[in-house]
């Protein structure tokens, strides 16, 4: 057993989808969660960048002591988790494993669709997962760089949302995918609607849940699970506040947010 709080990361407020699964798992378990307002997106910048902020992340939670931790931004895990394993002791948990086994669990995912950040994309982490597993798995990959910007306007079920989601899925569609992965953190807010266009002849995936088992895995081989009859405790910083991130956090946690704190990395 071990108390100390688990760490998660993400580029901004998106990874507050993870922290719901994983509190809903793992209700025990102290969190701190840091988002680096101040320099997301990291879905455009350049793998070296990403990984330099990934790093300077996982300090920031290492100094808080935590016992294990979660990249819970696709760009970040796409690019950096490597790095981060190999660098730090601590178990570091990224969520393209976790989304990629989550398309695997139904053995009749024969053609897959990925949207994601141009980040994510371009580094075809989720792909080369994919293909190293299933050889004979057809991947359409598409970046879909404009879904971020109106999912944190708040423009889910919007008309140009709508016309912007049958533009991007359009071709996924004409290569008669059976699964479309939600290769980002913001993304699974989008599901009611997606659901309603595509209808049930494409299973959404989201990585989110999927991270959670990986993660509750992980803890129970190391016996690092906090005892389970805790209450666990979630605080959050972020490198930047401002009203809209605490909106965006009340969306993405389907609460309201505890006290939020700026932190310098
Ligand atoms: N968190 C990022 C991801 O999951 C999306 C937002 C960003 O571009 O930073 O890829």
Not at 6 to 28: H, N, W
Not at 30 to 39: K, P
Not at 69 to 87: D, G
Not at 128 to 150: C, F, H, K, Y
Request: charged share 20%; aromatic share 4%.
């Amino acid at each position: 057993m071990n108390n100390s709080a688990l760490g998660i990361f993400d580029s901004g407020v998106g990874g507050l989808t993870v922290v719901r699964a994983v509190q809903e798992l793992l209700p025990g378990e102290d969190i701190v969660y840091l988002g680096d307002t101040a320099r997301v997106p990291y879905g455009s910048k350049s793998p070296e960048t990403i990984r330099r902020f990934s790093d300077e992340d996982v300090r920031y939670l290492l100094q808080q002591e935590v016992k294990a931790i979660v990249v819970a931004c696709n760009t970040a895990t796409a690019h950096a988790l490597p790095m981060l394993q190999e660098r730090y002791q601590v178990p570091i948990v990224g969520v393209i494993e976790a989304g990629v086994e989550a398309v695997l669990a139904d053995p009749r995912a024969q053609r897959v669709g990925i949207i994601a950040t141009r980040g994510t994309i371009a580094s075809h982490a989720y792909q080369q997962a994919l293909s190293l597993r299933r050889p004979d798995m057809v991947i359409i990959e598409q970046a879909t760089p404009l879904l971020v910007p109106l999912i944190e306007e708040n423009w889910i079920d919007h008309p140009a949302t709508r016309q912007v989601l049958e533009t991007y899925l359009q071709p996924l569609l004409d290569q008669r995918i059976d699964t479309l992965m939600l290769a980002c953190t913001h993304y699974p807010l989008l599901v009611p609607v997606l659901q309603e266009m595509i209808g049930d002849r494409v299973r959404i995936v989201d990585s989110a849940t999927t991270c959670a088992l990986h993660l509750q895995q992980e803890l129970r081989q190391r016996d690092m699970l906090a005892e389970p009859t805790r209450q666990g405790n979630l605080s959050i910083a972020l490198t930047d506040l401002s009203e809209q991130f605490e909106n965006l956090a009340k969306r993405f946690l389907h609460k309201c947010p505890p006290n939020i704190s700026r932190v310098e990395l």
